[in-house]
Nanobody, 123 residues
Framework: QVQLVESGGGLVQAGGSLRLSCAAS????????MGWYRQAPGKQRELVAI???????NYADSVKGRFTISRDNAKNTVYLQMNSLKPEDTAVYYC?????????????????WGQGTQVTVSS
């Protein structure tokens, strides 16, 4: 089993910054893509940013130039630096990881989600 634990959410004024962290632990052989998604009340979950194991990144248009995703492969951790926050960034932010788990004498692939962390941006 693998667990993803997020931290760093909170309440911030518009124009402020927050940094989210997500640490993966458990029977990990390798983690491929890691990413951040968000879900605002009454809306579907949407992609915010993803990063591959070789640090190629992709961002939603709404956050380009304001958010930066990064990862520390040695710590199995992904980060999301959020600057110039806007009220429309308010949502629960979820971490995702595509994990190759140790399974007996081999490995198996499973995607995992964190429990979510609330980000609230006041105007």
């Amino acid at each position: 089993q693998v667990q993803l634990v997020e931290s760093g959410g909170g309440l911030v004024q518009a124009g402020g910054s927050l940094r989210l962290s997500c640490a993966a632990s458990g029977s990990i052989f390798k983690i491929n893509t890691m990413g951040w998604y968000r879900q605002a009340p009454g809306k579907q979950r949407e992609l915010v940013a993803i990063i591959t194991s070789t640090s190629n990144t992709n961002y939603a248009d709404s956050v380009k130039g304001r958010f930066t995703i990064s990862r520390d492969n040695a710590k199995n951790t992904v980060y999301l630096q959020m600057n110039s926050l806007k009220p429309e960034d308010t949502a629960v932010y979820y971490c995702n990881a595509d994990v190759w788990e140790l399974a007996g004498i081999g490995t198996r692939y499973n995607p995992y989600w964190g429990q979510g962390t609330q980000v609230t941006v006041s105007s």
